[in-house]
């Protein structure tokens, strides 16, 4: 079931949308990437670490996920009671796209000594076909608890792989996807800005590739950069990540002045995630309104993905040993 459009003309959207979450008992989780109006209605913002955390923990009966597909079947995995909406099924994931689970399926047959630490940024049947899930906040924890002389297979991003891999001398096996938003960045157009406001700090998410991590003061997942933005030296930061974070920053650190890093052209509107734009205000009231698209998974499928989910909430909390892990 799809949520039906309809004249909204002269709708109050936003008083709608609350009246319908009392109504329904529903609670509105939104990523730091959704734009800001939507962030501004949301109960909880956060990234997939801290909203998965959300999903399992809200007493809610409906869950409306304000991202991407994978982060809503995710609330799903972990909270399969509840009715799990998402204001557009065609919100999807370029690392997603990059990682079909039948290819990755045959990649982990063919090294069967490797276990698969995989990036949230997946769909359900990967995550299913993976021994842990990590977020970008949550995988240097979790790496960290892994025996260095275990193989690992890492998937499907292979910049944050890259970036592990550097950062803890490991030589993971890496699957070749790519963030279509992160890999726009341009090193040539950040080395300008840099040069335009000397001093100023540069702030990266791992998705990034190598040219821009290499130049950042700070690496971290979307809530590790709101935080490093409170605490750094300076009253300006230059922020290599999708750019609707900012709208936190700001709203948290007004004195503070927030550049996003540039794409190619040094102007572009190329890092802004065109999946996460596709959820709008009136598709929120609609699947409010109609309880749909639902996320629907078939319980045996579930059940095997939410393995490797809890393995991945277990680890990043410090809880699960190095023996209770190990190749399939």
Not at 247 to 272: R, S, V, W, Y
Not at 308 to 324: C, F, N, R, Y
Request: aromatic residues 6%; charged residues 25%; hydrophobic residues 40%.
């Amino acid at each position: 079931m799809t949520a039906q459009p309809t004249n909204l003309t002269g709708l109050d959207l936003r008083a709608e949308i609350d009246r319908l979450r009392k109504e329904r008992n529903a609670v509105i989780l939104a990523h730091y990437y959704q734009s800001p109006e939507i962030q501004d209605l949301a109960d909880y913002i956060g990234d997939s670490l801290e909203l998965s955390k959300k999903a399992a923990a809200t007493d809610a009966d409906v869950i409306v996920f304000c991202g991407v597909k994978f982060m809503a079947e995710t609330a799903k995995i972990l909270a399969p009671e509840k009715i799990v909406v998402l204001p557009d099924m065609n919100a999807g994931c370029s690392l997603e796209d990059a990682c079909p689970p039948e290819k990755f399926k045959a990649f982990r047959e063919a090294h069967p000594d490797h276990i698969a630490l995989t990036y949230i940024n997946c769909s359900t049947e990967v995550k299913a076909l993976s021994d842990v899930i990590v977020t970008s906040s949550s995988a240097e924890t979790i790496l960290a608890q892994i025996p260095a002389d275990q193989k690992i297979i890492f998937g499907p991003d292979r910049h944050l792989g890259g970036y592990l891999n550097r950062k803890f001398g490991r030589e993971m096996l890496l699957w070749p996807g790519v963030c279509i938003v992160h890999e726009a960045f341009s090193e040539t157009e950040l080395l300008k800005l840099k040069a335009q406001h000397p001093g100023a700090p540069v702030a990266a998410h791992p998705e990034c590739p190598p040219t821009i991590v290499d130049h950042a003061d700070y690496v971290g997942s979307t809530s590790g950069i709101l935080n490093y933005a409170k605490t750094m030296p300076g009253d300006t930061l230059i922020v290599a990540t999708e750019p609707h974070i900012i709208h936190q920053m700001e709203k948290a650190l007004p004195h503070k002045t927030f550049i996003g890093a540039p794409g190619a052209d040094g102007n572009c509107n190329c890092n802004i995630c065109p999946y996460m734009a596709l959820n709008t205000l009136e598709k929120l009231y609609l699947t409010l309104r109609d309880l749909a698209p639902r996320i629907e998974i078939e319980e045996s499928l579930r059940l095997q993905a939410k393995r490797s989910l809890d393995k991945m909430i277990e680890m990043a909390a410090g809880t699960v040993g190095q023996g209770d892990l190990g190749a399939r």
